[in-house]
């Protein structure tokens, strides 16, 4: 009884308490942060983004209308991962998809009336960017390709994508295709939080098997250069997408993890491999000013002394010792200069009344970043 009660008294307490972990001093403010030495990179529109927090740290156009070529192909394999029945389903491929798509543009040669599962179609799409296969997804899920779009579109605007309007889920020519900087980061840090996605856009070489109209095997190379052991392979990127038109020149998308810090980049009308060592600019500056914190990184605390600088709960030092453990995801995490002092930055922790079980809400600059359930436990 005398553990109950204590508990008891320690959860009404924390109903009333906002707890600091770190002073309250003015640290690196959201959307403020600035590096030294900012790159000057060739391309009309770029910008180098948090994944995790979505911070912009680099920008330029950011919110200029951009024909984006095959890199549309991130938000039709997110649309199709998130809407169809199973990656095991198998798409029977009409004589529309195919002659659909511009005779030269970039394909796998599937044939009318083939049949590919949808995983190996998304494999097609993701690594060697081929736009029948786009095609077959998009009436595969949404009955047309033009009902397809619809769905790109409505997954923009849930996103908070402002400038976007998807015509074709293959990125092939058109003049109301477009997106922005911006807006493409802003797609590919969705994506990037379903591991279907990850998985299918990191993969280097993929093969599709024997199919009733293809007695040989389709091997499948991702075609992005910083990946792969080429002159511009850079240490830590895991994947991204190409793209290519007349109108659109060069563009690409890549994300890179390093230290626990992965950024977005996004190029947009480059010209030639300067789309590769703009991208390496980018990162460059990215991983030399910035660096990734992490309040949640030890799942248990305690001994709660009021001179503990990483204690969770300094206010509760006066209680009787107990043990905070985090239940759930603890992979919050806030982007600052790498000349920040940790124990300058304003990172607190608010008991959730509205949530069923305990919560945390973690607040950077007052701002909450995530929740988190929690137990407590008495220790004597």
């Not at 951009?66 to 029945?85: F, G, H, Q, W």
């Not at 990850?198 to 199919?211: G, L, W």
């Not at 305990?358 to 004597?380: A, E, H, Q, R």
Request: glycine letters at 6%; proline letters at 3%; hydrophobic letters at 35%.
């Amino acid at each position: 009884m005398k553990k109950i009660s204590i508990l008891l008294v320690m959860l009404l307490t924390l109903q009333t308490m906002v707890f600091p972990v770190f002073g309250s001093n003015s640290g690196s403010s959201t959307g403020n942060l600035t590096g030294s030495n900012k790159p000057s990179v060739t391309a009309r529109s770029a910008i180098l983004m948090d994944a995790n927090s979505g911070e912009i740290l680099y920008e330029k156009n950011i919110n200029t209308k951009r024909y984006p070529a095959s890199i549309t192909k991130i938000m039709t394999t997110l649309v199709a991962i998130e809407n169809c029945n199973s990656l095991y389903d198998t798409i029977t491929y009409s004589k529309h998809a195919i002659d659909s798509i511009e005779p030269s543009s970039s394909q796998i040669y599937i044939e009318p009336g083939e049949k590919l599962s949808v995983e190996d179609s998304l494999y097609a799409i993701m690594l060697e960017s081929a736009n029948e296969a786009c095609n077959g997804v998009a009436e595969h899920v949404a009955g047309s390709i033009e009902g397809f779009a619809d769905m790109m579109n409505q997954k923009a605007k849930e996103l908070g994508c402002k400038n976007t309007h998807f015509v074709n889920p293959n990125g092939l020519h058109d003049d109301n295709h477009y997106v922005t900087a911006y807006d493409m980061a802003l797609i590919t840090k969705a994506a990037l939080a379903n591991e279907t996605f990850r998985k299918i856009a990191s993969t280097v070489s993929y093969t599709i098997p024997v199919t009733n109209k293809c007695k040989s095997q389709r091997p499948l190379w991702m075609h992005h250069k910083m990946v792969k052991r080429t002159a511009y392979v850079y240490d830590g990127v895991e994947g991204g997408k190409t793209g290519f038109t007349m109108k659109a020149r060069n563009t690409l998308v890549t994300w890179c993890k390093r230290d626990g810090l992965e950024l977005i980049a996004i190029v947009l009308r480059d010209d030639g491999v300067e789309e590769y060592t703009d991208t390496i600019k980018l990162f460059n500056y990215g991983y030399k000013n910035f660096k990734s914190y992490n309040p949640l990184s030890t799942n248990t605390y305690d001994g709660f002394s009021s001179d503990s600088d990483d204690t969770m709960i300094q206010s509760a030092s006066r209680l009787t010792p107990y043990q905070v453990t985090i239940d759930g995801n603890t992979s919050y995490s806030v982007i600052t200069n790498k000349n920040t002092n940790m124990e300058d930055l304003d990172i607190t922790y608010s008991y959730n009344k509205k949530k069923k079980c305990n919560s945390l809400d973690v607040l950077y600059n007052k701002k909450n970043i995530g929740s988190v359930p929690f137990t407590l436990t008495i220790t004597n």
